[in-house]
């Protein structure tokens, strides 16, 4: 069984893994932003029938799902399809002019009946918003870091019966219910 402080440092290290990992997506976005003002990137997955596409043009992200009403099934892997000017990327979602628009949120929907009968949908979410999703993990790590209040590893007391941790001893054990008021504890 693993002792509670190194549960304690196979966490704070698995914390800090998705501060990493949040980090390098946060980047990823950062540049696909900035990208998006000069060509528009597309990737897709599925086939005529029912696909998803991911775009970035303009500052937003197009979101397009089409579905010809049957059970969904998205065969295929992603692929990227050739890069496009930003601005036909954004027309092709059909958003029209809002002002939700004008600061990069939209949707739409539209009934096509080529090359399969179905429903297109578009969601347009503006860059920005994306990357603000994607930061939470390293903003978690980083303010537990540097705001947190201090508990040195030696602070850190263990209950002698069932190895529950704590920074403030309590009168007992929540777990187990040991006493913890004693001499070795204060």
Known sequence: ML???????????FR??????????ALVILGLWGRSYFAGDQIRRGDAAQYIQ???????VIITYGHDGNPTRLRGTWHYLASKDPRQIL?????GDSVWNRVGFGFSKEL???????????IVLPHWMIFLLAIPSAWKWAKRRWFSDDIAEEDILECP???QMFARVPQACPICGQTLVVPEFR
């Open 3 to 13: 002792s509670g402080r190194r549960i304690l440092r196979v966490r704070e290290l």
């Open 16 to 25: 800090g893994l998705m501060a990493i990992k949040s980090l390098l997506v």
């Open 54 to 60: 991911l775009g970035s043009a303009s500052g937003s």
């Open 91 to 95: 027309a092709a979602a059909q958003l």
């Open 112 to 122: 096509v009946m080529w090359p399969v009968r179905g429903l297109m949908v578009n």
């Open 161 to 163: 019966n069932c190895g």
